[in-house]
């Protein structure tokens, strides 16, 4: 079967299914219902990239046979490299697609050693759970490549969602960085969602940045909330000092 199917197999099972891990864990935590991520579809990309890396390092291994602690650590090592780079382009961008700067040994607020270690124990249910069943998807996909008509309407889906996104995201960037801010991605469609609550009007879920109000007030909102949040931490380290 062609590699290129096979990725873009991996790729579509890891998007969707990350999608759906992140909207739970984002409900759980947040305790909101908020559409994760940059696009707009029920897809995350950066865990499609994630399965298809951590299959390709599986099926690369499997026949040398390295003890599995080996295996599962260089999928930790690699998950946590994936979150590296994605979160590096979102800063150079003057956004942040995630936040860790409150967790323990954190570098620049993109990866820490607790989500290292999250993602090497995913790495392990992969190896120890997940492999076999990906294994057996990828021959069920090599029997019916007729899927791969499927596959060409989610590749299609997904580019024209990133043109739309990547124009709704280019308009963020240049916000911040004409106001010498970093935009907390997620934090901004949560205060979205507040602010819609708040005046009574209509949320969607799918299309966080086309409200009824438009993005720019959003984006103010977002600053002020921002400059509101360095100036309580100046008091209170001040505070800190005094004592």
Request: charged letters at 20%; one cysteine or more.
């Amino acid at each position: 079967m062609d590699l290129f199917l096979q990725f873009i197999f991996i790729f579509f099972l890891g998007c969707t299914l990350g999608w759906v891990i992140e909207l739970i864990f984002r409900r759980i935590v947040h305790g909101k219902w908020v559409n994760p991520g940059i696009l707009i579809g029920p897809y995350l990309p950066i865990y499609g990239f994630g399965l298809a890396l951590m299959t390709a390092i599986y099926v690369l291994l499997k026949d040398a046979s390295p003890h599995p602690v080996i295996v599962i650590l260089l999928m930790g090592a690699m998950m946590t490299l994936i979150e590296l780079i994605g979160g590096e382009i979102g800063l150079k961008n003057h956004v942040r697609l995630w936040d860790y700067s409150d967790r323990w040994l954190n570098y620049k607020g993109l990866i820490c050693p607790l989500f290292s270690a999250i993602w090497t124990a995913v790495g392990a249910i992969y190896y120890f759970f997940l492999a076999n069943q990906v294994m057996g998807a990828l021959h069920w996909f090599s029997e019916n490549l007729a899927f791969s008509f499927i596959l060409g309407l989610f590749t299609g889906l997904i580019v024209v969602d990133a043109c739309y996104s990547l124009k709704i995201y280019a308009k963020i960037k240049k916000y911040a960085k004409e106001n010498k801010i970093v935009i907390k991605y997620e934090q901004l469609k949560m205060d979205i969602k507040e602010r819609q609550k708040a005046k009574k009007e209509r949320y969607s879920f799918l299309m966080p940045f086309n409200q009824t109000q438009p993005l720019k007030s959003h984006l103010d909102a977002h600053r002020e909330k921002i400059r509101a949040r360095r100036e309580e931490i100046k008091k209170k380290r001040a505070e800190r000092r005094a004592k």
